[in-house]
């Protein structure tokens, strides 16, 4: 679709200057934009860019000379990462999901599918399932039976809801993901090797064999409003109570939750991170990449943990963590300084035992 720079600007919040009724059609880097693209040139660094693409119109900097840069309109951009937001979502078409139900979608006759929804073909929708209005649902997605999805959902290529899952409005699901799968969890009769050395912290009696009961899944999943859910992430369903995913959380590609985790609102896991069975996190919490937190513990409210990072006990409310095991990171740093220093350290160590060995 073709957009002017003047309904650009407005849905931005943005000032503009130029030819505001100029229209572009898509967005580049400014060094490939053609004449219909709208040139992403949000700090100075990207000011030369523009010289190389054919971009008439940029979202540029503030206080930037976009006439000097050569272009008929501008759009200032106060916080860059903000507009992308905005720009993005107005340029972005979604999934091409004809509205109704493809004749090739199997929906249960007690199924109830809201007003103005699109189902895609090769679609499998369980019994009693609740669909809210102007869902949107893509090739390949399975809802299985009782579970409850609220308005304006879009759920992408063949992601997997659960029996019972319950989720609430503008929910976005990528590819592959899997909601509501029963939790990982087994039980030997007599204390397995695993609860003997958590309690003694490394020591065995005896090394015997053990086999694994299956403890089933009867709770399901509870998800806010607002949520999105990565690509291939899985998200277990609780052993007895529902596992919960609060409103406004973002969950990357391939993160996990186990069974009975409770996320809190707002919170942003990033990719391949793992949290254990039981484990609480609290509101506004930053997990970076491949970052693991142990079971039956709590981290706090607003707590930031960098890459890698592995939380291994309770975490307190507003802390930064690094490290594994987790420590606060400003130690952590120190820690990294100390261990680049071990090898001269060794070597000193090294010249005073000969020293000493000579006296």
Same mark, same amino acid.
């Given at each position: 679709?073709?957009?002017m720079?003047?309904?650009?600007?407005?849905?931005?919040?943005?000032?503009?200057?130029?030819?505001?009724?100029?229209?572009?059609?898509?967005?580049?880097?400014?060094?490939?934009?053609?004449?219909?693209?709208?040139?992403?040139?949000?700090?100075?660094?990207?000011?030369?860019?523009?010289?190389?693409?054919k971009?008439?119109?940029?979202?540029?900097?503030q206080?930037?000379?976009?006439?000097?840069?050569?272009?008929?309109?501008?759009?200032?951009?106060? +916080?860059?990462?903000?507009?992308?937001? =905005?720009?993005?979502?107005?340029?972005?078409?979604g999934?091409? $999901?004809?509205?109704?139900?493809?004749?090739?979608?199997v929906?249960?006759?007690?199924?109830?599918?809201?007003?103005?929804?699109?189902?895609?073909?090769?679609?499998?929708?369980?019994?009693?399932? $609740?669909?809210?209005?102007?869902?949107?649902i893509?090739?390949?997605?399975?809802?299985?039976?009782?579970?409850?999805?609220?308005?304006?959902?879009l759920?992408?290529?063949?992601?997997?809801?659960?029996?019972?899952?319950?989720?609430?409005?503008?929910?976005?699901?990528?590819?592959?993901?899997?909601?509501?799968?029963?939790?990982?969890?087994f039980?030997?009769?007599?204390?397995? =090797?695993?609860?003997?050395?958590?309690?003694?912290?490394?020591?065995?009696?005896?090394?015997?064999?053990?086999?694994?009961t299956?403890?089933?899944?009867?709770?399901?999943?509870?998800?806010?409003?607002?949520?999105?859910?990565g690509?291939?992430?899985?998200?277990?369903?609780?052993?007895? +109570?529902?596992?919960?995913?609060?409103?406004?959380?973002?969950?990357?590609?391939?993160?996990?939750? =186990?069974?009975?985790?409770?996320?809190?609102?707002?919170?942003?896991?990033?990719?391949?991170?793992g949290?254990?069975?039981?484990?609480?996190?609290?509101?506004?919490?930053?997990?970076?990449?491949?970052?693991?937190?142990?079971?039956?513990?709590?981290?706090?409210?607003?707590? $930031?943990?960098? =890459?890698?990072?592995?939380?291994?006990?309770?975490?307190?409310?507003?802390?930064?963590?690094?490290?594994?095991?987790?420590?606060?990171?400003?130690?952590?740093?120190?820690?990294?300084?100390?261990?680049?220093?071990?090898?001269?350290?060794?070597?000193?160590?090294?010249?005073?035992?000969?020293?000493?060995?000579?006296?």
């Amino acid at each position: 679709m073709a957009h002017m720079i003047r309904d650009i600007a407005a849905a931005l919040g943005a000032q503009a200057a130029g030819n505001l009724d100029l229209t572009v059609t898509g967005a580049a880097e400014p060094q490939v934009a053609g004449p219909q693209d709208l040139a992403l040139a949000m700090d100075p660094k990207y000011a030369g860019g523009i010289g190389q693409g054919k971009a008439r119109a940029a979202v540029v900097w503030q206080g930037a000379d976009w006439q000097a840069l050569g272009l008929e309109a501008a759009i200032f951009a106060p +916080r860059s990462r903000v507009a992308m937001a =905005g720009l993005t979502a107005i340029m972005d078409a979604g999934p091409q $999901i004809a509205p109704g139900v493809h004749p090739m979608a199997v929906v249960d006759p007690t199924a109830q599918i809201g007003e103005g929804a699109a189902i895609a073909p090769f679609v499998v929708i369980g019994a009693g399932v $609740i669909l809210g209005p102007r869902a949107r649902i893509a090739s390949h997605v399975s809802i299985a039976e009782g579970a409850r999805i609220g308005a304006d959902a879009l759920i992408l290529q063949g992601a997997r809801i659960g029996a019972r899952v319950t989720i609430g409005d503008r929910f976005i699901c990528q590819p592959g993901a899997v909601i509501g799968a029963d939790g990982f969890s087994f039980v030997t009769p007599e204390q397995s =090797g695993v609860e003997e050395i958590r309690a003694t912290l490394g020591h065995r009696e005896e090394i015997r064999q053990q086999s694994w009961t299956r403890i089933h899944s009867l709770g399901a999943v509870t998800i806010g409003d607002d949520v999105e859910i990565g690509a291939n992430a899985c998200v277990d369903r609780g052993t007895i +109570r529902d596992t919960l995913v609060g409103s406004g959380t973002k969950l990357d590609n391939l993160v996990h939750l =186990g069974h009975n985790v409770q996320v809190g609102r707002d919170c942003l896991l990033c990719g391949q991170v793992g949290v254990a069975g039981s484990t609480k996190i609290g509101d506004r919490v930053v997990l970076a990449g491949q970052v693991g937190v142990s079971d039956n513990i709590f981290v706090g409210d607003d707590v $930031i943990a960098g =890459g890698g990072t592995k939380i291994l006990s309770n975490a307190p409310a507003g802390r930064v963590l690094l490290g594994y095991p987790a420590v606060k990171m400003e130690t952590q740093m120190e820690i990294n300084k100390a261990l680049r220093r071990l090898p001269r350290l060794a070597a000193t160590v090294a010249e005073l035992q000969k020293l000493v060995s000579k006296l």
